[in-house]
T-cell receptor, first 113, second 112 residues
Framework: DGGITQSPKYLFRKEGQNVTLSCEQN?????MYWYRQDPGQGLRLIYY???????QKGDIAEGYSVSREKKESFPLTVTSAQKNPTAFYLC????????????FGDGTRLSIL | GQQVMQIPQYQHVQEGEDFTTYCNSS?????IQWYKQRPGGHPVFLIQ?????EVKKQKRLTFQFGEAKKNSSLHITATQTTDVGTYFC????????????FGTGTRLQVTL
């Protein structure tokens, strides 16, 4: 079955530590996205990528970094510069430059130790 | 920048009552999409509306796109406990078609 796989499901970060969230898709989608969701809140866009080796900042990119070396993969690193990283992180993908809906992974819950 | 607001933020109904959430965009949209997120889950696409004034139905759910293509609504008739979740509308970003701006969401709680 085609889909988006996010791992791990739960992640704990220590002070000053960088952590990387994985997102892999086998939908053959060019566009991929990372969102942050805080309790009771909507989805805020962190970074997005329309094509391999290219990505753009979203609305809340500070303290985060991404890479897009392969079409299938779009990992998100939460750096130590992100002072309030506790949130639910969602990865999504869709067909580039279309109005096709986004498909989401199951998400990663990140907490501070 | 583009903003998409939803009201109400939260609604608690008894099973069998109707529910409506409203979505308003600061800009004209080429289309509007609706997603549902169950508690602890991820958003799942429900439907897309494209035409001005368009109305689509999915069983007990009725979706409407405004004439000016700046607002939309989702109405659920005779809610059930399976309707519990947060409903988001989303519109394409004016600069990048595949990028979406999500609404603030409406959380629906249904009790027996």
């Amino acid at each position: 079955d085609g889909g988006i796989t996010q791992s791990p499901k739960y992640l704990f970060r220590k002070e000053g530590q960088n952590v990387t969230l994985s997102c892999e898709q086998n939908l053959n989608h060019d566009a991929m996205y990372w969102y942050r969701q805080d309790p009771g809140q909507g989805l805020r866009l962190i970074y997005y990528s329309q094509i391999v080796n290219d990505f753009q900042k979203g609305d809340i990119a500070e303290g985060y970094s991404v890479s897009r070396e392969k079409k299938e993969s779009f990992p998100l690193t939460v750096t130590s510069a992100q002072k309030n990283p506790t949130a639910f992180y969602l990865c999504a993908s869709n067909i580039r430059d279309t109005n096709q809906p986004q498909h989401f992974g199951d998400g990663t819950r990140l907490s501070i130790l | 920048g583009q903003q998409v607001m939803q009201i109400p933020q939260y609604q608690h109904v008894q099973e069998g009552e109707d529910f409506t959430t409203y979505c308003n965009s600061s800009t004209t949209l080429s289309n509007i999409q609706w997603y549902k997120q169950r508690p602890g889950g991820h958003p799942v696409f429900l439907i897309q509306l494209v035409k001005s004034g368009e109305v689509k139905k999915q069983k007990r759910l009725t979706f409407q796109f405004g004439e000016a293509k700046k607002n939309s609504s989702l109405h659920i008739t005779a809610t059930q406990t399976t309707d519990v979740g947060t409903y988001f509308c989303a519109g394409p970003n004016t600069g990048t078609a595949s990028k979406l701006t999500f609404g603030t969401g409406t959380r629906l709680q249904v009790t027996l």
